[in-house]
Every structure is written in C-alpha cells, then in structure tokens.
C-alpha cells in the first residue's frame, strides 16, 4: 500500500487540513453558540454568560507555552506536528465524554464552565499543532487558497456543528449532543493514523519508521534559542501591527459574541435552538464563501487592503446597528458579521503565515493569536460593565471605534523584505 504523505500530495495537504480546522469549528460552535444561547434560555444573566466565556476561553492564553512546546517537544519519528494534532483531537473528544456526564449542566454552572475550560484547553493543542503543519507542509505560494479553504472548513465545522447540536439539544438532550460531537472528533483522530507528514516517518509510536531530514533540520534547537527568536521575530513591524489587528479581531469577537445571544434570546424571545440555527445557517453561507472567494480575494486585493477594507466593513455595521431603532435589523446585522468575520480571519491567517519564521512557526504564530485570545477573553467580560454604562448602544459602539482602530493598523503593515529561507 502506498504511503500517504502530506508533502508529497496536495490534494491530501487540502483535505486533511481542512478536516482538522472543520474539527476544531466542533469546540467552537458548542462554547461560542449552543452553550451560551443554552444559558440564555435558561435564564442565566449576561454578565453570567459572558464571565463563562471568560473562563471558557481563558485556556487560549496557554498558547504562550504550547506554542513553543510544539516546536520544541517532538516525536519526529511519528512528524514534526501529528503527534500533537493526535493528542489534541483525542483530548477535546474527552472533554466532551466529561460533559456529558453532568447531566443537566445549568444546574451547575461550576462544574458546566470546567468543562468547557477542558474543551478549550485541548483545542489549544490541536490548534497550535495544525497551524504548525500547516506552515511545515503548504507552500508559501499556496497559503492564500490554502488559508480561504481551511478557514472555510472551519467555518462549515462551526455550522454545521451549531445547527445539528442545537438539533440534536432540543430532541434528545445535552448529553446525547456531547455525545455525538466526542463520536466525530475520534473519527477524525482515526483518520489521522493513517496519515504521514512526510514518506518513511512511522504511523503510530510502535511501528516502523523513521525521522525525515526536514523535520531534523526544523526542530528547534532550545528553548533559551526559541525565546531570542521569537524576541527577534516579534520586534519586526509587520509582526508588531499584526499583532495589534489579533488583538483588535479578538476584542471583536469575545464582545459580540456574549452580546449576540443576550439580545437575541433574551430581547427577541428567540427560543435557543431557533438562535443557533440563524448563526449555523449564516456561518455555513460565509464558510462557503470563504472557501469559493477568500483565499482568491486575498491574493488579488492584498494582506493589507483586504484586512483594512473588512475592518471598515465592521465598523460600518457596528455603527448603522447603533443608531437603528429597537435593533430592527439584527438578522442583517449578524448576517454582515459573520460573513466580514470569515474574511477577516482568512485575510489575517495567510498575513502571520507570511510572516512566521520557519524554525518557530508555531511559537510566533501562537503569541499573535493569544494576544487576541486574551483580548477575547476580555472583549467577554466587558459586556456586562459595558451594557451597565450605556446599554447595547455603548457595546455596538465600542465594536465600530475597535473596528476603525483596526483598519488604521491593517492600513499600515509593510511585510519585512526577507526571504523566509534565511530565517
């Protein structure tokens, strides 16, 4: 039987990425959506939900350390990055068997926010670990379509995930939709067994293989190397902005998406399963999109006009959701959110992906993502103080001056002229 290798096969490179970033929309749609719309149904406050998303997401911030634990930790024998990947996937379907033990989660928040903390923790690793392949094995000349069709299936992942757990909530209960969703991810864990980054490298700890050179040459060489690295490499300008449009984009998406189901649910009288199958249904339309168009756009337009423009696009929808009266036209607010959110991830990726050094790809990836990791961790507890100070008018608000401060860092990237070869 011929290998399968993910640097020999570029079609194999697109699907098996897209299945893990698809995975990791799972963990995603249940913390982002379906919990928080459960809670809001459930009569929980939005302060509430938004310090359980707080604490929920607060595991992202570990990037700081996993980040260089992947490069630096490694089984080489097994990849440079699938024995993460491995440990990972089988860690967030754990997470989900703990949850579905509880039973009814909203009679004990406590124990409801730990696990999603352990969701979050393990999505961490496989996060980490999948950009890290991603950068390892896509040519630098393929990441823009590389970054449309990986976001996009992540995207799908989030959808399609949402509307069938809130499906599967409303017919059999919280524990059969924790249930379902541990059953998928070990099915992606299965798929990875019989996948190698690179020809002759073993499939599992115990059998034949061995390290390839490229995964030799890559290693970091210590820790005391990767931290003046990445000192280096954090130091450029380019790095410095992309790090300020992280944290911009987190800001965003931690504060509207505490926001989204309160107004929804609890203002609207939505019942919550209708809530996530309006968020499913527009992130599968944007996914798709993503997939068809961002990567596309993203080479034509450019990193940094594409990331500007969509900034603008935000803050205009932040700001016309503001002065509309009684917040008539939230479908289209959320509709023109998810759809600019899609974009600007994809457009943002490909731009760290550009900008990663090879040697700590995943330790320079990591710290830009957990700065708006952070920021979404805060972006979550600032909807209560924010609602108390000014109502939704002074959240939506805050959202468009985020997305205008946004724009004017996107505007200004200039990518450092050096070859990444050298680095």
């Known amino acids: 039987m011929a290998e399968l290798a993910l640097s020999e096969h570029r079609r194999l490179r697109f699907v098996t990425l897209s299945a893990l970033y698809a995975a990791q929309g799972i963990p995603d749609a249940m913390i982002l959506i379906v919990f928080p719309a459960y809670l809001a149904a459930k009569g929980v406050d939005a302060a509430a939900i938004g310090a359980f998303l707080a604490t929920a997401m607060l595991p992202n911030t570990a990037k700081l350390l996993s980040g260089p634990m992947v490069d630096r930790l490694a089984f080489l024998p097994m990849g440079r990055r699938r024995p993460w990947v491995m440990f990972g996937q089988l860690g967030i379907a754990a997470a989900f068997v703990y949850l579905a033990l509880l039973g009814d989660p909203s009679a004990n928040l406590p124990l409801f926010t730990v696990g999603a903390f352990a969701v ?221 959110l899609v974009f600007l991830f994809i457009a943002f990726f490909a731009a760290t992906m550009r900008q990663c050094w090879p040697k700590i790809a995943a330790t320079q990836f990591s710290f830009t993502m957990v700065c708006g990791n952070i920021a979404l961790v805060v972006g979550a507890a600032a909807l209560g103080p924010l609602e108390s100070l000014g109502g939704y008018f002074a959240v939506l608000v805050s959202l468009a001056i985020i997305s205008i401060a946004a724009a004017l860092i996107a505007a200004t990237i200039r990518f450092d002229p050096v070859s990444r070869d050298e680095l």
């Not at 950009?131 to 992942?157: R, Y």
């Not at 399609?160 to 059969?176: D, E, Q």
């Not at 067994?193 to 293989?209: Q, S, V």
């Not at 005391?224 to 965003?252: E, Y």
Request: hydrophobic share 55%; charged share 15%.
């Open 120 to 340: 979050t923790l393990a999505t961490v690793f496989q996060d980490v670990a999948t950009d890290g392949m991603a950068m390892d094995m896509v040519p630098f000349d393929e990441q823009g379509k590389a970054n449309g069709i990986m976001w996009g299936s992540k995207t799908l992942g989030t959808a399609i995930a949402a509307s069938t757990g809130a499906a599967i909530l409303a017919t059999a209960g919280f524990t059969a939709m924790t249930i379902s969703a541990a059953g998928v991810l070990i099915a992606v864990f299965a798929f990875l067994i019989f996948i190698r980054e690179r020809p002759g490298e073993r499939l599992l700890p115990w059998t034949m293989g061995h390290a390839s050179a490229e995964s030799i040459e890559r290693k970091a060489d210590g820790w005391r190397t990767i931290a003046l690295q990445l000192l280096q490499a954090v130091r450029q300008p380019a790095a410095i902005r992309l790090i300020g449009v992280s944290i911009s984009i987190g800001l965003i998406a931690g504060l509207s998406g505490a926001f989204l189901p309160v107004v929804i649910v609890q203002d609207f009288g939505w019942d919550d399963a209708d809530y996530s199958q309006l968020r499913s249904g527009l992130k599968l339309a944007a996914g798709i999109a993503g997939m068809v168009a961002g990567g596309w756009l993203v080479d034509k337009v450019g990193h940094r006009r594409m990331l500007a423009l969509l900034f603008c696009g935000m803050a205009l929808a932040n700001a016309a959701m503001a002065l509309a009266l009684k917040f008539q036209p939230a479908i289209s607010y959320v509709a023109a959110y998810e759809l600019l």
